[in-house]
């Protein structure tokens, strides 16, 4: 993480400490969150909307926080005693100094976009690539303009390689975090229907992720998915200075992928001659797990490395992750949902063997833009009734969702609820023995606390 003095931080943020007798002050690392405050560390106050993170600038001191940046020193805590640097912008601050300190670290950089895929990618990435170097990623979901620069202030000195995962809502999202984090190799998993509310088509979403190209240099290498309709109709027609190079099933694929018969806990694929084997779930992570083999050869590793790293794979935590509870196993998925990714969620659900029902809950697909509605209809008249017992559906869209599915499921097996809490308490009146619950949602529907609510359920 970033260690440096608070008279070099002032200079790299071109901010002014409060009195130069404390520019010799050392930080050790950065943190926007009161609540999880390391001693040593500056404190960064973010301020918006609905919060201000000035009012909790004298429990961070109290927590060890060494400094803080401050925006109007007149609205902090009189009490407060510990330095702080002025700035004009806390938030602009936050991301200058993850620029500047980025071009003193010499890691190579990953970085990944993508309507879906993006997380698996980088944590599988990060399971090979640490065979062989000093490797960080991403934590968690923090792949916005807030979340990217904590990431590359989180960068050890020693770091040799760096994978960042990046993600938008809005066009120059990506501009803005590709510039801070000067990516060697970029990738974009797939174009999906994510984030069409504010993008309008899926050529709109594909234009903002290729602002990943903007904070790389000639010498750079992109990777892209030639299987997606979208990158494969359009790319082509964009002028990209790098090295472009595409991997799929398809034959003009330079890394092509021949999917390979696989055990439901595990996904198998060949390149040529090399077959590999990874355990994770789903078909879709094929492309994932070929993508990682593509970036680790273009880093210098062998394939007895990649095998060795894949060998150690899990899933990420709510994707596509089989959890195994008394009698009975839930497909966890319940971090994010959109159409490409519920329709693939549901195709591992239909390939798992043993279950003597498998039932599906199912919540909105959130951000999908002005064809929400029909988005959701089309998924709902999608799901195989001879492969599926029980759908339960909870949300306004997921409603639509509901009334799709009824062409192919009978009322008393395609079922919609109002209240989550009604939808748990049909669940457990439907689970049986070798039972399989497929649980999906877009995040902000909180589909995990189904989860946890039928975790210790007893049979």
Do not use: W
């Amino acid at each position: 993480m970033i260690e440096k003095t608070l008279g070099e931080i002032a200079h790299m943020i071109d901010g002014e400490i409060s009195d130069e007798k404390f520019s010799d002050v050392k930080i050790k690392g950065i943190s926007t969150d009161s609540r999880t405050i390391d001693p040593g560390e500056l404190y960064i106050p973010l301020i918006g909307e609905v919060f201000d993170g000035r009012i909790f600038i004298k429990e961070c001191e109290s927590k060890g926080a060494k400094a803080f940046l401050a925006d109007d020193p007149a609205k902090v805590n009189k009490t407060v005693t510990i330095p702080y640097i002025k700035v004009t912008d806390t938030k602009k601050a936050l991301q200058d100094l993850a620029s500047a300190y980025r071009n003193e670290i010499s890691c190579k950089v990953v970085a990944i976009t993508g309507s879906n895929g993006k997380t698996t990618t980088k944590d599988l990435l990060y399971k090979v690539l640490s065979e062989k170097y000093k490797t960080q990623k991403t934590m968690g979901n923090l792949n916005n303009d807030i979340g990217v620069p904590k990431t590359v202030l989180s960068l050890n000195p020693d770091t040799e390689v760096a994978i960042i995962e990046l993600g938008t809502d809005n066009f120059g999202d990506i501009s803005l975090t590709s510039r801070m984090v000067k990516p060697h190799i970029s990738m974009i998993t797939n174009i999906g229907d994510s984030h069409l509310h504010n993008l309008k088509t899926r050529s709109g979403i594909l234009k903002a992720k290729l602002e990943i190209l903007e904070g790389m240099d000639d010498d750079g290498v992109f990777i892209y998915n030639i299987d997606d309709p979208t990158m494969k109709k359009e790319i082509p027609t964009y002028e990209i200075r790098q090295k472009v190079l595409s991997f799929g099933t398809c034959d003009e694929a330079d890394f092509k992928i021949n999917f390979e018969k696989s055990p439901a806990s595990k996904i198998r694929f060949s390149h040529g001659e090399e077959l590999y084997e990874v355990p994770l779930m789903g078909e879709h992570n094929i492309y994932n797990a070929a993508a990682v083999v593509m970036i680790s050869a273009m880093l210098g590793l062998d394939k007895k490395t990649i095998d060795e790293g894949f060998a150690k794979a899990t899933s990420s935590q709510n994707r596509t992750e089989l959890l195994e509870f008394d009698g009975f196993d839930v497909l966890d998925d319940s971090y994010k949902s959109n159409p490409q990714s519920l329709l693939a969620g549901l195709e591992t659900a239909y390939m798992l063997e043993g279950y003597k029902r498998k039932i599906v809950c199912l919540a909105d697909m959130l951000e999908l833009g002005e064809n929400e509605v029909e988005l959701h209809r089309q998924v709902g008249k999608k799901i195989d009734s001879k492969k599926i017992d029980f759908c339960l559906f909870y949300g306004p869209l997921a409603k639509e969702m509901h009334e799709a599915s009824l062409e192919n499921f009978p009322p008393n097996r395609s079922l919609y609820f109002n209240h989550k809490d009604e939808l748990i308490e049909k669940l457990k009146s439907l689970v049986i023995g070798s039972s399989l619950v497929f649980v999906k949602g877009s995040h902000g529907m909180h589909m995990e606390e189904i989860i946890e609510s039928i975790k210790y359920f007893n049979i």
